[in-house]
């Protein structure tokens, strides 16, 4: 799946559901998602030989992509061009 079709995707859920947020709220859902992502990782240091110890990683950083995108979205920013023109950017073509 490319982040453009993953884009959309969330677009069409969110739609499906009647999820809007202002651009406030998207922010603040995408933080909470962070610190959901932090708290798993300070728990991980706590308890470092907990069974399934990676999978809160795996579901949290899954959050905050799909707050990232919904977030993009809402903005209207294209994140597949938004992706390229930093990596660009970063490498020193632009």
Do not use: C
């Amino acid at each position: 799946m490319t982040i453009k079709e993953a884009q959309e995707l969330v677009e069409v859920w969110n739609a499906k559901h009647s999820v809007r947020h202002s651009e406030l709220a998207g922010m603040a859902m995408l933080t909470e998602k962070v610190g959901e992502l932090a708290k798993a990782i300070a728990q991980k240091q706590t308890d470092p030989f907990k069974s399934g110890a990676d999978q809160p990683f795996a579901d949290e950083l899954a959050d905050i992509f799909w707050e990232t995108l919904a977030f993009a979205a809402h903005a209207g920013v294209d994140l597949s061009d938004a992706l390229i023109d930093k990596l660009e950017k970063k490498n020193g073509v632009r």
